[in-house]
């Protein structure tokens, strides 16, 4: 805590910033993992996504959300990612045919 923040009984915050979710993926490509449902996809994100966040499809109904299993940034697990290129793993992600140039919105 600074000398300002002792003089005037400010409490130090320090939790990090964090951005809401929401945003644009557009999925540059697609892998099956051994769970023959679920999808890997790899894509930009406009935005930010969590790992406890949910995806839709453009122009499908908003309610038809497809669940994230994991974020992966170069192999390594994260709980979220901004404006990067990120690999989302999606529940049951094979059933929608997802392909390459995909658009996905971010809903949390």
Known sequence: MGILGKLFNNKEDNNPVQNPSG????????????????????????????????VYIEG???????????????????ESATDTTVALVLENGNQYGITKGTVLHVKA
Do not use: C, H, M, W
């Not at 644009?24 to 966040?53: A, C, H, M, S």
């Open 60 to 78: 499908a109904n908003e309610n038809s959300l497809i669940s994230i299993i994991e974020l992966d940034i170069f192999r390594t697990k994260v």
């Open 23 to 54: 945003g644009t993926y557009i999925v540059e490509d697609t892998f099956k993992l051994n769970d023959p449902n679920d999808l890997v996809v790899v894509g930009q994100i406009k935005g930010t996504v969590r790992d406890t966040d949910k």
